[in-house]
């Protein structure tokens, strides 16, 4: 096994693109992400507002009926369809052309939405994150692996990657089970967790940004939005996995100050990748 490469400053400043001043938004990338059910709106919510603050021009989200509304109000700069069931997904219809996908937040997973899941995995061609019950369902169904485009990012927290990958008696078990599956399947897998690491095959990051501040509901979900964004943007998954993990920690170390740790949530998140973006560009 290679040895671990620390994500610090100097290696997201050499994958980092600062925006062009001429740049406009059809330029910025459109990012799609699909997911939510009846009572897991907030998870795309709050994963389409992280995926437009982390500088994507367009956002469109996929969600059941039951979340239009509420998308509408929370988020006006997001685009939403629906899918024709009311509370969960059960067929996903898309009539545009997006840069990259995220899908799993918030989804559940309905029969109907396993259905949904398989179709939609056997025709997509378009760069993916995977999350959340996207992951569940697939750790069940592990024959769908192969639809996947290569260098799909997956987002597991450890519960997920123990259904993906099985049980474990030893970290160092652990990262040769998650090497194993990334390299046969041609994965990029976020290890979520203190501190978070990506596996890329034989390579390992390990991230050095972030606190127990993040140890909160939906931080996982603004993750998604974040790593979306980035690749609509025309980052490399690697590129894009590496920068958004870094940032994504980064607030939480910039606003743990003012929230401290108790009070800090996911939605603080999203309110500090400004000043995260920001501390990028000072020298």
């Known amino acids: 096994m290679k040895t671990t490469i620390s994500i610090d400053k100097s290696e997201i400043l050499k994958r980092y693109k600062p925006i062009d001043a001429n740049t406009h ?12 059910s009846y009572g897991k709106i907030g998870a795309m ?8 603050k982390t500088g994507c021009g367009l956002v469109t989200v996929f969600v059941p009926r039951c979340g239009y509304r509420i998308l509408q109000i929370s988020n006006p ?3 939403v369809l629906t899918d024709i069931a009311v509370k969960y997904i059960s067929k996903i219809i898309i009539d545009f052309v997006p840069k990259a996908i995220g899908i799993g937040p918030g989804m559940g997973q309905d029969i109907e939405t396993h259905t949904a899941l398989h179709r ?21 169904n592990q024959q769908w692996l192969t639809f996947l485009p290569e260098k ?8 997920e990657l123990e259904r ?16 194993n599956f990334s390299k046969q399947n041609n994965l990029i897998i976020v290890m979520k967790g203190a501190p978070t690491y990506i596996i890329d095959g034989e390579t390992i990051y390990e991230n050095t940004t972030g606190n127990a501040a993040l140890a909160s509901a939906g931080t996982g979900d603004v993750l998604t939005g974040m790593i979306t964004s980035l690749i609509a943007q ?6 894009a996995a590496i920068i958004g993990v870094y940032l994504h920690g980064l607030t939480a170390d910039i606003a743990l100050p003012e929230t401290g740790y108790q009070s ?20």
């Open 45 to 52: 919510t709050l994963s389409s507002r992280a995926c437009l």
């Open 264 to 283: 800090f949530s996911a939605s603080d998140i999203i309110t500090y990748i400004g000043k995260a973006y920001l501390s990028l560009e000072k020298k």
């Open 120 to 140: 939609f995995l056997k025709t997509n061609k378009i760069p993916l994150v995977i999350d959340a019950d996207a992951l569940n369902i697939l750790a069940q």
């Open 164 to 179: 993906l990958i099985g049980k474990w008696n030893s970290d160092a078990e652990k990262f040769q089970k998650t090497v």
């Open 152 to 159: 799909t990012i997956f987002t597991p927290h450890q519960k």
């Open 25 to 36: 938004k059809g330029i910025q990338g459109h990012a799609l992400i699909i997911g939510g």
């Open 77 to 79: 700069e997001v685009m």
């Open 234 to 239: 025309s980052y490399v998954p690697i590129d």
